[in-house]
């Protein structure tokens, strides 16, 4: 699972990164579009991780529920990026940004709290 959310955050992060580059360059467009299918595809694979690791365990479906919205935001934020509807499209990609970097926060520190509780 982290794994799952660390290419997640990264994803998001890179796509910041090709938006600045759309706005700079004339090539930045196809980088920011290849950029977009990417997060989508490692958001739906988050999502699939998530289920996988509940199902087993019968645990918590807390994090399958973060991840399909976060999916949903995802497929949102590219339909708006499509439609070119910037006033949403920029504002939801600082938002999903923030939320996967929470979550990435959240992750990694059960997994720290997990280690130090078998030592």
Known sequence: MQ???TLQTLAVFV????????????GGGALHSAGAYATFIVTLLHLVVAILVWRPGGG??????YAAGFFVVT???I???LAHVKTL????GVLMFG???LQLGRIWAGRRARADATT
């Open 3 to 5: 794994i799952a959310i």
């Open 15 to 26: 796509q910041a990164i090709t938006a600045g580059l759309l706005l700079s360059f004339p």
């Open 60 to 65: 918590s479906p807390r994090p399958i529920r």
């Open 75 to 77: 497929s949102a934020q």
């Open 79 to 81: 339909a708006l990026g």
């Open 89 to 92: 499209h920029v504002p939801l």
């Open 99 to 101: 939320m996967s970097v």
